[in-house]
C-alpha cells in the first residue's frame, strides 16, 4: 500500500523535467562520442566523453530504479551536483579543443555537441541546485522551531 502511495505522489523519472534534461544530456553526450569516434579524434576526447557517458547512465539508473530513495546513506543530489560541475569543465574543455584546430568536420561536430553537452549539464546542475534549496532531504530537511 505504502508502494502505490509512494508511486502516486511522485511521477516516474523519465516524465519529470529532470528525466527530460538526463536523458537529453546522455543523448546529445552518446552523439558527441560518435562523433569523436569517427573522426578518429585524439584518445582523450573519446576517453572522457565515454567517462561522462558512463556517469550520466548510472546516475539515469539510479534514479529509474529509485535507489536513490532507498540508499538514503548517501546525498544523492549533491554528488550529482558535483558530477554536473565537474562534467561541465571536462566537457568544456575537449570541446574547445576539439574547435580551435581546423581537423575534420566529424571532430568539429562532436565538439559542437560537446559544447551543447555543456549547456544540457549547466541545466541539470541548475534543476538539481534548485531542489537542494526548495526541497531539502536528510539532515539538511528544515524543521519547525518549537519555541
Known sequence: MESQQEHAEHPPF??????FVKMLRLGVTVTSMVFFIIAQAPEPY??????????VFFFITLYMCRL?????????PLLD??????????MLIV?????IPETSK??????????L?????IADCALTYRK?????????????SID
Open 106 to 115: 566529424m571532430t568539429v561536430l562532436g565538439g559542437v555537441f560537446g559544447l
Open 68 to 76: 536513490d530513495k532507498k540508499m538514503r546513506w548517501l546525498f544523492w
Open 117 to 121: 553537452t555543456v549547456v544540457c549539464t
Open 95 to 99: 570541446s574547445v579543443l576539439a574547435l
Open 46 to 55: 573519446i576517453v572522457i566523453t565515454g567517462f561522462e557517458l558512463i556517469i
Open 132 to 144: 537542494l534549496l526548495f526541497n531539502p532531504s536528510g539532515p539538511f530537511q528544515k524543521s519547525p
Open 14 to 19: 523519465c516524465l519529470t523535467l529532470k528525466g
Open 81 to 90: 551536483v558535483i558530477n554536473s560541475m565537474i562534467t561541465t569543465l571536462f
